[in-house]
């Protein structure tokens, strides 16, 4: 059963009630939560969460962060998930490294000074005042592609140039110098929703990363096929749903 909620201008609260059935898998409740999420990415981002839990990293109440950097900075490509109470809290926009790309990032990094983003499974930890203002220290748990993040100094903050008002005169966000940056009105509650060993996934389609990136990787399937399996049942409710109007 759903809880009817509308995503208002702060992109914040939608809620599912918990499911009988116990069938009900945890990538089925998420896709209800954020219908327009790719449930591929979804569904890698909460393996990469188990393998975390299961390997001591994380805790099995840790909160969810999801970024789809496969998607432009216009589009709101950040979901934060309440785990535990079952809940969207908020879907935002989110900045990329200037040395990712323009609109879309393309390219990622884990190198001091590349101003790219990295990829991977970050656990969050203290928060802090710096030149960004209120500001959120993050671990990378996904060796060769996040691991420098805390000498990279990559944090999660608030910053001017996040705000999606810039998208109509400059036709995306601004750009960040690795970090996900988050829009002044809402980053000090992200933020706080996010501290202190709770899990920030950040997802792009890149190959590198698909390959061989080992924070999804416990239980011996590649991203790729955790990323079919995914996807496979918007397929088939789509399908459903065309058979069912026809």
């Known amino acids: 059963m759903v809880i009817p909620s509308t995503m208002?201008?702060?992109?914040?609260?939608?809620?599912?009630?918990?499911?009988?059935?116990?069938?009900?898998?945890?990538?089925?409740?998420l896709s209800v939560l954020a219908p327009d999420a790719d449930p591929g990415v979804l569904a890698l981002a909460l393996e990469a969460r188990s393998c975390a839990v299961r390997n001591g990293d994380a805790d099995a109440e840790a909160r969810l962060a999801v970024i789809d950097y496969s998607r432009p900075s216009t589009?709101?490509?950040?979901?934060?998930?309440?785990?535990?109470?079952?809940?969207?809290?908020?879907?935002?926009?989110v900045a990329h490294g200037s040395g990712s790309g323009d609109n879309f990032a393309k390219h990622f990094s884990n190198n001091e000074g590349s101003y790219q983003t990295s990829l991977g499974l970050f656990r969050t930890a203290e928060t802090y005042t710096g030149k960004n203002g209120y500001s959120l220290r993050m671990d990378g748990l996904d060796p060769g592609?996040?691991?420098?993040?805390?000498?990279?100094?990559?944090?999660?903050?608030?910053?001017?140039?996040?705000?999606p008002d810039l998208i109509r005169t400059q036709g995306r966000l601004g750009r960040s110098q690795g970090c996900p940056a988050l829009r002044e009105q809402v980053a000090k509650v992200?933020?706080?929703?996010?501290?202190?060993?709770?899990?920030?996934f950040a997802y792009a389609d890149d190959a590198a990363w698909l390959r061989n990136g080992r924070s999804f990787a416990c239980d011996g399937r590649s991203a790729a096929q955790i990323l079919a399996t995914g996807r496979s049942g918007r397929l088939a409710n789509s399908a459903h749903a065309a058979n069912a109007a026809s």
């Open 145 to 163: 592609f996040n691991d420098n993040a805390r000498p990279r100094a990559i944090v999660m903050h608030g910053a001017w140039y996040a705000n």
């Open 190 to 200: 992200v933020i706080d929703e996010l501290k202190q060993r709770n899990l920030v």
């Open 75 to 93: 589009e709101r490509r950040l979901w934060v998930f309440d785990m535990s109470q079952e809940r969207l809290l908020h879907q935002e926009y």
């Open 8 to 29: 208002g201008a702060s992109g914040s609260a939608s809620v599912i009630a918990p499911h009988p059935s116990q069938s009900h898998s945890a990538l089925q409740r």
